[in-house]
């Protein structure tokens, strides 16, 4: 009896001792992925604006960012096409915040609606 459990536990020991080295390599497999991310990062993301005008009522209208590298623009609709190329995080942030936190600019694709904020040359009332 005794020599079998002494058997039985060397087996035990061999095949702890064997599962090692595969969880090494399943870690060093896991590191690499992140590099192609890097080359698709060509655009430059643009200062802040140097001019914008929120109109009244519209400062507390929500609309999402992507808080990436090199996003830069605000938008109304959170299906937008562009918005779904962030590599980021998505943030719902009132309009206000978007221009003067995130230094962002209207999205041509899907916030027109908004892009006299940034045009110093619009004509503008009082409210
Ligand atoms: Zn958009």
């Not at 623009?73 to 719902?92: A, I, M, Q, S």
Request: charge should be negative.
């Amino acid at each position: 009896m005794k020599t079998r459990n002494i058997f039985a536990l060397a087996i035990v020991g061999i095949l702890l001792f064997a599962c090692q080295p595969t969880e090494q390599q399943q870690e060093t497999t896991v590191a690499n992925p992140q590099q192609p991310a890097i080359t698709i990062d060509t655009t430059q993301r643009r200062p802040a604006p140097d001019f914008y005008v929120i109109a009244p009522g519209t400062e507390r209208k929500r609309v999402w960012v992507c808080d990436d590298q090199r996003s830069d623009v605000f938008h109304v609709d959170n299906r937008c096409e562009v918005l779904l190329t962030c590599t980021g995080v998505y943030k719902n942030v009132s309009l206000q915040r978007a221009v003067e936190e995130y230094d962002r600019y209207h999205c041509e694709t899907c916030s027109q609606e908004y892009a006299d904020m940034f045009d110093q040359d619009k004509v503008r009332y009082d409210f």
